[in-house]
């Protein structure tokens, strides 16, 4: 599965289009400013010199802006920074797998938690591994988790605490407990 995958992430990565997301056909926007680009490039190169193979991208763009191109990592080995920092770049960092307690021992050893995501048609394995995930949202067989009625937040040093949903709420409340007898029966004991 991983050589199937891999092929058809490379053809669709290479198709995307990057540029001004204002622009007609443009899939991915700049990066925030020239830190976030140069920030990128080394946990790219990072990753090169330990090991990684680029199939596509692995470059800041020429030609003015903060332009990354869409970049596919393979064989990312686990000394690698970029497997235990948070990206904010267009970087897809694969690393395989052989049984599901390694793909939950490589998903979980980072210091963040803020999403993972499995896909998987084997509905025991949704439960287990979604249970063990140690993020606080996980997407099941889907990319988009955003909801504003859903809780959003994450666990370890993805902070603390929830947006969204009544959970959301509930994180700018204080709970008052209160304890009183009723005045009707004040004096009567």
């Known amino acids: ?7 058809r992430f490379t053809t669709r990565l290479a198709g995307l289009t990057v540029g001004r997301g204002t622009d007609e056909g443009v899939d991915v926007d700049a990066l925030i400013d020239y830190q976030a680009v140069a920030k990128v490039a080394s946990l790219v190169d990072d990753a090169t ?4 193979r680029c199939l596509v991208g692995g470059a800041a763009l020429p030609g003015g802006g903060h332009f990354f191109a869409s970049t596919l990592l393979v064989n990312v080995p686990a000394s690698a920074r970029i ?10 960092p694969l690393t395989f797998f052989d049984t599901e307690e390694e ?8 210091e963040y938690g803020l999403t993972g995501y499995l896909f998987t048609t084997d509905t025991e394995r949704a439960s287990r591994v979604t249970d063990r995930l140690e993020t606080g949202m996980v997407g099941l067989n889907k990319t988009t988790i955003s909801n504003p009625a859903a809780p959003f937040g994450g666990m ?10 009544s ?5 700018h409340l204080e709970t008052k407990y209160v304890a009183r ?8 004991d």
Do not use: C, Q, W, Y
């Open 1 to 7: 599965m991983a050589d199937e995958f891999t092929k």
């Open 49 to 52: 010199a330990k090991g990684a």
């Open 83 to 92: 497997n235990g920092e948070e990206i904010f770049g267009p970087i897809a």
């Open 103 to 110: 793909a939950l021992r490589l998903a979980n050893a980072t």
């Open 156 to 165: 370890k040093h993805s902070g603390f605490g929830r947006e969204g949903g």
């Open 167 to 171: 959970a959301g709420i509930h994180e």
């Open 181 to 188: 007898r009723n005045p009707r029966l004040v004096g009567a």
